[in-house]
Nanobody
Framework: QVQLVESGGGLVQPGGSLRLSCAAS????????MGWYRQAPGKQRELVASITSGVSTNYADSVKGRFIISRDTAKKTVYLQMNSLKPEDTAVYYCNARKIGTNLNSWGQGTQVTVSS
């Protein structure tokens, strides 16, 4: 059974930084593309960043140059370093695991990120 547990959200001022973590269990980590999505009130969930087992990365245009996704295979953990945060980054951030070659997706419970002065 796949389990994804996020941590690291919170309240931060504009221009500040946060690091999100997502610890995975119940999966063979190297067989999954890991990603971070977010959903703001009244908006659809959107991809923020993803990373393959070969550490190829993909970013939404809105976060390029500010966010960095990484993964630690030994710890089965994926991270999202968020810098230069803006109020429009405010959302619930969800960890996602997608098994390579399939449409099998698993989701974490979400962690709130609020950027406000």
């Amino acid at each position: 059974q796949v389990q994804l547990v996020e941590s690291g959200g919170g309240l931060v001022q504009p221009g500040g930084s946060l690091r999100l973590s997502c610890a995975a269990s119940g999966i063979r980590f190297d067989m999954y593309v890991m990603g971070w999505y977010r959903q703001a009130p009244g908006k659809q969930r959107e991809l923020v960043a993803s990373i393959t087992s070969g550490v190829s990365t993909n970013y939404a245009d809105s976060v390029k140059g500010r966010f960095i996704i990484s993964r630690d295979t030994a710890k089965k953990t994926v991270y999202l370093q968020m810098n230069s945060l803006k109020p429009e980054d405010t959302a619930v951030y969800y960890c996602n695991a997608r098994k390579i070659g399939t449409n099998l997706n698993s989701w974490g419970q979400g962690t709130q990120v609020t950027v406000s002065s």
